[in-house]
């Protein structure tokens, strides 16, 4: 394994393709700001929040929100070793390439068909969480046949954009990107400034989820809510041979897409926290969509 780490220092984009065997085909159009905003969309904070918001206070009360610096700090030396990876082989594909080189084919195949799986699972879940917003902004009542039509066109447009190519999805990356910057943090700084309900010491409340037990069963059933949050940064690398001079930058997106996202994950739950009105009825399952 250790033949095939490179020396890439001096190499430029399409050099170091070659000496991995590949022709540099691609039309490299995606900046870091790009790469950056199509990592962060992937891991979507706004999303991961407001999904999972109401089950993990039911599951560990407001303490849960320590999860999300838990699993992002977990998830950063993820990101470490991933752009330590991707600075040697900046190839398309992501993950496949990278395991099959560092591994062999079979250990890639696995690992493809479970990353597979996990996209194919998680796209189709934010679909369907997705469409009760859709199904609201036009005033639409929301029954099993109405969420999977939405679904559907969500999957439909998700699917067109992805085919229009790189500058297409580099446009819709960065209006995700300003549409979840002001949409999770400026709200989530707005609610724990101008509307705050709770004082900081809630965050340290289990407020009974335990009941009879131990708190720390709840507290870890509570991990989800951090671990549904901390993924997709690694998309930045999937697109390695669109990017300019991908072994420093892809590295540099995945960074900043943990950073951002986590500290926007934070705001956002620790704001709707605090200036929840009935948060015992949340805590106590009694409120299920807050």
């Given at each position: ?50 999904s999972l918001f109401a089950i993990a206070l ?92 939405l679904s559907v066109v969500f999957l439909v ?134």
């Amino acid at each position: 394994m250790s033949s095939d780490v490179l020396p890439t220092k001096n190499l430029g984009d399409g050099e170091h393709l070659a000496v991995l065997g590949y022709t540099d085909s691609f039309n490299r159009s995606m900046s870091l700001w790009a790469n950056f905003a199509l990592g962060f969309t992937y891991l979507s904070p706004l999303v991961g929040v407001y999904s999972l918001f109401a089950i993990a206070l039911t599951t560990g009360g407001p303490p849960s929100i320590f999860w999300l610096l838990i699993v992002g700090g977990g998830q950063m030396l993820v990101a470490l070793v991933f752009g330590e990876v991707v600075s040697q082989y900046p190839i398309h594909g992501g993950i496949y390439p990278w395991t099959r080189r560092l591994w062999g084919k079979r250990y890639a195949w696995m690992a493809a068909w479970v990353y597979i799986w996990a996209m194919i699972v998680s796209i189709t879940a934010i679909a369907e969480y997705g469409s009760g917003f859709l199904a609201s902004l036009f005033d639409i009542a929301v029954d099993r046949n109405v969420t999977l039509g939405l679904s559907v066109v969500f999957l439909v447009v998700a699917l067109a954009l992805n085919f229009s190519g790189t500058k297409t999805l580099a446009r819709v990356a960065k209006i995700g990107l300003a549409a979840e910057l002001i949409g999770v943090i400026a709200v989530g700084v707005y609610l724990l400034i101008f509307d705050r309900k709770q004082d900081f010491g809630i965050f340290f409340n289990s407020m009974g989820v335990e009941g009879d037990g131990s708190y720390l069963t709840a507290f870890l059933g509570a991990a989800l809510a951090g671990l549904f949050l901390f993924y997709g940064f690694e998309a930045c690398g999937d697109v390695a041979e669109e990017v300019e001079n991908p072994a420093r930058r892809i590295p540099i997106a995945m960074i900043m897409t943990i950073l951002v996202g986590g500290v926007s994950g934070v705001l956002a739950f620790g704001g709707y926290v605090m200036a929840a009105p009935n948060l015992a009825e949340i805590v106590s399952g009694k409120d299920t969509d807050p």
